[in-house]
């Protein structure tokens, strides 16, 4: 045990997903998804709306109501499915979310005092002491200062009343904190300016190197200019279509996806059918409210 | 008295350094349960109170017999006025051994970091706990100002004509049987004054001041802030304050003249045995501010609405409340708002969070006078449960007489939203752990009111809470 710890430890990690299959509410969305992201590596996943990219994004983070039927997550050979988001957070995967929620009364710096605690000594219980104040308060302001954010921001509550813009900088705030091993960004150049892109495209660029596999979800370039990736994948129907490098991002980014769809036939049916089903049950509610 | 008490207590959260103690004298009192007109006579003989103060307890008395047991608010049925000690001298107080407290009470005084000293007092283990730390200069200073701060039974002795013009006239004995039964029996609490234009600056706290009888079951307070003066006023403890006796009965009158402010924050985390049934009320005049800040941790069932009288133009109340039930536990809390005069403002801010099958009600009334145009009123209150085994409900009681007025109530229910859970969970947070975070932050409007040490006290009792490991 300890050796083969050791021989692991000289290596980068690897995030590895296998065959995975998934359902929302019993409606099976992903259709047998696998992607190996080693530590250090920039992977983007692209693809039309509801092809699937934010659920597997919420499946690796491990969000309850996304059901893995069949397949499975491992970091290092060691399966993530059953254990939950606190768990997988403690092992290095981080999600910056599309839609970062507002949790009202609770301020920045507390949020971000227990967060690091937790995630730096997986092993902690609760109730356990916290990072010293000094040592986080200093390094929060060297982060800050580092992303062009005022220090302001550290008293307020997180996320109440923040902008898109500011949401999606205290994304990529806790990403810089928390320095995990893999790094999902769902979408977090979308509903921005274009300062606001940039600033948040040099920032994944500052935080990302040899210690950080990262896997970028977009519609845009901009993100992908600061970031190129050396991967670049196509979803389509809830699969892995097509992957390439840098080069096809590009193409889909110029050409959109007619091409893509011409070559998949039999997803792009699939895509077609499930545009045609009546509506997903989450609208069905939200109507009948 | 000892003076076992180091010279500055060492106190985890924060300094409690506005203590005082005031001698209780030896009275010779043999205690029985029960409740009838011989011990009221002999509570009063014993405190050699004048006649007036009898006549006035045995009123109540008999008030308190022909009123009926409220139908609304708590299950009040298993509670025996017979089986109660209505006074119990200071040295007899039964001392409960350290041993004997239940478990979680004293794993929580732990976890909180409260020194043994003060521990063993709030257990009921010492009957008194020690402070004489800044007695001195402080006392010195506010009495220099003319601010009278003592306990009641010393006010009705030393200052007679004052105390006798005030007290009852804010709350009368016939207000509820329980109010009639404070009146009855009543026996410590605090009685302050301050006079014309004197700003207290720090808030003055009964937390260490208190001696056998001021933290007692039916303690009576009475504040008087004069015209143009302000006073904040703290009592209670976020700490579980044990005691083996099951009734707590207070009754506590406020008297805010024109232009003066007073802010009375109170905590109240008795153990789970104990019925706390409280009357507050204040009467606010012109241009006058009134605030009631209300913390209900503990006690089996809770019974207690601040009230609020805006009696001249310009007046302004406001009440903040906030209420955890846990297993076992109701708490039946709100707030009244009476407008009797035109130009008065409101608000009702009341918070309430129950979990593992407890209760938690707001229960509040807004009455605007037929004369009382141009008032305004801002009611919110919010509730979050945390499982299905709990509940919440919200009684909201409007009266109004009067067409020109403002009055706005709103009211929600919440769970904790699977979102939040997983947004805070995904940086590492363990469930627990994420769900007292979204309590805490809940409640921050209100715990930032509150002093430091309190507002410290109050989160971590608050994460205690969801673990579990308490009450």
Not at chain 2, 230 to 235: A, D, L, P, Q, R
Not at chain 2, 246 to 272: D, F, G
Not at chain 2, 408 to 416: G, L, P, T
């Amino acid at each position: 045990m300890r050796l083969s710890k050791k021989v692991r430890d000289g290596m980068s990690s690897l995030l590895k997903i296998i065959d995975l299959h998934v359902s929302v509410e019993d409606k099976p969305i992903l259709h047998g998804v696998s992607l190996e992201i080693r530590q250090g590596e920039i992977h983007a996943l692209m693809g039309p709306n509801g092809s699937g990219k934010s659920t597997l994004a919420y499946t690796l983070v491990g969000h309850p109501k996304y059901e893995i039927t069949s397949g499975s997550i491992e970091v290092d050979g060691t399966p993530l499915n059953e254990l939950d988001p606190c768990e997988r957070a403690r092992k290095g995967l981080f999600l910056a979310f599309q839609y970062p929620v507002t949790i009202p009364g609770v301020k920045v710096s507390d949020f971000l005092r227990h967060a690091v605690t937790n995630v730096r000594n997986p092993e902690r219980k609760d109730g356990e002491s916290l990072m010293p104040m000094r040592e986080f308060r200093k390094e929060l302001k060297q982060k800050m200062e580092e992303l062009g954010m005022d220090t302001e921001f550290a008293r307020r509550y997180l996320n109440e009343g923040f902008s898109g813009g500011e949401k999606k900088r205290m994304e990529i705030l806790q990403l810089a904190m928390l320095q995990p091993k893999f790094a999902i960004l769902d979408e977090t150049d979308s509903g921005l300016d274009s300062d606001a892109v940039r600033v948040v495209s040099e920032g994944v660029r500052k935080l990302s190197g040899p210690q950080m596999g990262v896997l970028i979800i977009t519609h845009h370039e901009r993100l992908l200019e600061y970031n190129v990736p050396q991967f670049t994948h196509v979803m389509l129907a809830g699969k892995i279509v097509e992957t390439g490098d840098a080069a096809l991002a590009h193409e889909l980014h110029n050409h959109g996806y007619a091409q893509i769809r011409e070559r998949h036939p039999v997803e792009a049916a699939e895509e077609q059918s499930r545009q045609n089903r009546p509506e997903t049950v989450g609208v069905a509610t939200a109507v009948a409210k | 008295m000892s003076t076992e008490a180091p010279a500055t207590p060492e106190i985890g959260v924060g300094d409690y350094q506005y203590g005082f103690h005031y001698g209780t004298e030896d009275y010779v009192f043999r205690g029985r349960k029960g409740i009838d007109r011989d011990i009221v006579k002999q509570i009063s003989q014993i405190k050699k109170e004048p006649k007036w103060m009898l006549d006035f307890r045995l009123e109540a008395l008999d008030i308190f017999f022909q009123k009926p047991m409220p139908k609304w608010g708590g299950a009040l049925s298993e509670l025996d006025f017979q089986d109660i000690f209505y006074y119990v001298r200071a040295s007899d107080k039964q001392e409960t051994s350290w041993e004997s407290l239940p478990d979680d009470i004293r794993k929580t005084y732990d976890r909180l970091g409260i020194p043994e000293a003060e521990k063993k007092y709030l257990a009921g283990v010492k009957a008194q706990y020690e402070s004489e730390v800044v007695y001195g200069s402080l006392q010195e200073d506010l009495a220099n100002k003319g601010v009278i701060f003592t306990d009641t039974d010393s006010a009705l002795r030393e200052h007679p004509e004052l105390f006798r013009e005030y007290f009852g006239t804010v709350i009368p004995s016939a207000d509820n049987k329980f109010a009639a039964l404070n009146s009855a029996v009543w026996s410590g609490g605090s009685f302050i004054y301050v006079p014309k234009g004197v700003q207290i600056e720090f808030p003055l706290q009964a937390y260490f001041r208190i001696n056998s009888e001021n933290m007692g079951q039916f303690e009576r307070t009475l504040i008087i802030v004069d015209e143009g003066a302000s006073i904040h006023y703290v009592e209670g403890c976020t700490a579980p304050t044990y005691s083996s006796e099951s009734l707590h009965s207070a009754v506590v009158e406020i008297i805010v003249k024109r232009n003066a402010r007073c802010r009375y924050t109170t905590i109240q985390n008795w153990s789970n045995n104990v019925y706390n049934l409280v009357t507050k009320r204040a009467m606010a005049y012109g241009d006058s501010l009134m605030e009631w800040v209300d913390g209900n941790l503990g006690s089996k069932l809770t019974m207690k609405y601040p009230a609020i009288y805006l009696m001249e133009p310009g007046a302004r109340g406001e009440t903040l409340s906030i209420a955890f039930a846990n297993h076992g536990q109701h708490q039946d809390a709100g707030a009244k708002m009476v407008h009797c005069a035109p130009h008065t403002s409101s608000r009702i801010i009341s918070k309430s969070i129950s979990k593992g099958g407890g209760r938690a009600s707001y229960r509040g009334l807004v009455k605007v006078e037929n004369n009382a145009h141009h008032c305004k009123s801002n009611v919110v209150c919010d509730a979050l449960i945390l499982d299905s085994a709990s509940r919440s409900d919200t009684y909201p009681y409007i009266e109004v007489d009067q067409d020109n007025v403002a009055i706005e109530h709103e009211a929600s229910v919440s769970k904790i939203a699977e979102e939040q859970l997983l947004y805070l969970m995904s940086r590492g947070m363990t469930e627990t752990e994420a769900s007292a975070m979204i309590v805490t932050g809940f409640i921050e409007p209100l715990v930032k009111e509150l002093p430091m040490e309190y507002a410290v006290e109050m989160n971590r009792l608050i994460e205690l809470q969801m673990e579990g490991s308490v009450g």
